[in-house]
């Protein structure tokens, strides 16, 4: 990946626990987006976060950005088989540039 | 609520063909991306457009062109398609105000098989 590297690669647990995923990043950034996607399907927006911003909530969902560390976290609580899905992180520069750059992604798998 | 809409869906070619795929922005985005993702891969950047002109470039091969018309529906052609073109074409967009300080909205992808 050019920009954004996540942890782990791929995530198995029971529905009802929760489930992090973690995104690092190499260069300053303008913000950070959560994408969904099931298989051979198209990236569903979840959350963006600001380089000013440290969290963000949404519904089950709970963004952290650590621009210190160049890394972001996701929090799912209380995961469902239907969030069973690849996760991407994207983030844009800080220059005036129109590239977000997606990290290589989490494949999460929720056991019913 | 208007999303993304891509079309082809599904496209399948020869090799050394040709292939153009469509993207109709949701409306009043100004800002349109594509992106490539290979079976297992994360998406490419490939190109993007503000306003109808050409504003960053990614790892798109030679043999591709893109524009933004002026309804700012945007067209990815891709020439001499190789096998290795095989892939799920993603295009974006983002409202105005300084497109790369916002969302950016997916479409559904369309899916290019080249045999």
């Known amino acids: 990946s050019q920009q954004g590297e996540e942890d782990p690669q791929a995530l198995s647990i029971q529905e009802g626990e929760n489930a992090t995923m973690n995104c690092s990043y190499k260069t300053s950034i303008n913000n950070l987006q959560w994408y969904r996607q099931n298989s051979g399907r198209g990236l569903v927006h979840l959350i963006l976060?600001?380089?000013?911003?440290r969290e963000k909530h949404s519904g089950r969902l709970r963004v952290t950005l650590d621009t210190s560390k160049k890394s972001s976290s996701l929090l799912i609580t209380a995961s469902r088989a239907a969030d069973t899905a690849s996760y991407f992180c994207?983030?844009?520069?800080?220059?005036?540039?129109?590239?977000?750059?997606f990290g290589t992604g989490t494949r999460l798998k929720v056991l019913a | 609520a208007a999303g993304v809409i891509q079309s082809p869906r599904h496209l399948i070619k020869e090799k050394r063909e040709t292939a153009t795929l469509k993207c109709y922005p949701i409306?009043?985005?100004?800002?349109v991306y594509w992106y490539q993702q290979g079976p297992g891969q994360d998406p490419q950047f490939l190109i993007s457009f503000y306003e109808k002109m050409q504003s960053d470039k990614g790892s798109i091969p030679d043999r591709f062109s893109a524009q933004q018309f002026s309804d700012y529906h945007s067209e990815l052609n891709m020439s001499s398609l190789e096998l290795g073109d095989s892939a799920l074409y993603f295009c974006?967009?983002?409202?105005?105000?300084?497109?790369?300080?916002?969302?950016?909205?997916f479409g559904e992808g369309s899916w290019l098989t080249v045999v």
């Open positions: 974006a967009s983002s409202p105005m105000d300084r497109g790369y300080r916002n969302t950016i909205y």
């Open positions: 976060i600001r380089s000013n911003e």
């Open positions: 409306p009043r985005h100004d800002t």
């Open positions: 994207a983030t844009v520069l800080t220059s005036g540039t129109y590239k977000y750059i």
